[in-house]
């Protein structure tokens, strides 16, 4: 392996130890896009690009937006400047 291949898994590494302690949807939902583009990068060190190509198009793309999609629509993605608004009306 070389020191490319290496960085690359260091890098899934701190994303997988990151999604864990993430308390935040939204970034973990942004931790594991940057997952699957590593990965997917790594398939293609692998010299197995129809992987690299599922992962990118299943893992980053159509994972990530469905996952978009269902945070706005239970509101988790405006939960966050609601309850802002409600602290600075209460201030008020």
């Known amino acids: 392996m070389t020191i490319f291949q290496y960085l690359l898994l260091g890098f899934l590494v701190v994303c997988a130890i990151s ?22 990068i790594l398939w293609v060190c692998l010299e197995s690009p129809d992987l690299a190509i599922t992962e990118a198009a299943v893992g980053a793309g159509v ?18 400047s ?5 602290k600075e009306d209460d201030h008020d």
């Open 19 to 40: 999604v864990t302690f993430s308390r935040n949807l939204l970034n973990s939902i942004i931790i594991y896009m940057s997952y699957s583009l590593i990965m997917s």
């Open 82 to 86: 609601d309850e802002e608004e409600k």
């Open 63 to 80: 994972t990530s937006i469905l996952f978009f999609v269902t945070l706005k629509r239970i509101n988790a993605l405006n939960g966050e």
